[in-house]
């Protein structure tokens, strides 16, 4: 006599289920937290790009302030490496040394101030470039 064959036993048990719905609840995991490194990065990049373009427009609008001191740029001939410094001194600048203050909004609402210092002269009055 033949048997008939159990066709109740075939597909998926529940544990095969159970073991893939896992798998796929921690790759959407995975996924998720990619996610939201990248939203929370490129929040952070707008940030410094804003902070960045109020720093450099508040730099355009300072005005220079001169210093007391004032510095020798001396200038020496060099390898093309920069691994042998010449003993001559092929010229020498004066240059005053001075600050431009720039000020910008930080991430909290709070004003910053920040100080760049300026080797030349008052670039509005044609001296060196801040």
């Given at each position: 006599m033949k048997r008939?064959?159990?066709v109740s036993r075939s597909g998926e048990t529940l544990v095969e289920i159970m073991v893939s719905a896992?798998?796929?609840?921690?790759?959407?995991?995975?996924?998720?937290?990619?996610?939201?490194?990248?939203?929370?990065?490129?929040?952070r990049s707008e940030q410094l790009r804003e902070t960045n373009s109020?720093?450099?427009?508040?730099?355009?609008?300072?005005?220079y302030i001169p210093g007391s001191e004032s510095a020798e740029l001396v200038f020496k001939a060099v390898s093309h490496d920069g691994s042998l410094e010449g003993t001559e001194i092929l010229f020498a600048v004066n240059v005053d040394l001075g600050t431009i203050k720039a000020q910008y909004t930080d991430e909290a609402g709070a004003y910053q101030t920040i100080d760049f210092y300026v080797f030349g002269s008052d670039p509005a009055q044609g001296g060196g470039t801040p």
């Open positions: 008939k064959k159990d896992v798998v796929f609840l921690i790759l959407v995991g995975i996924l998720q937290g990619a996610i939201v490194f990248c939203s929370n990065a490129q929040r109020q720093i450099c427009q508040s730099l355009r609008e300072a005005a």
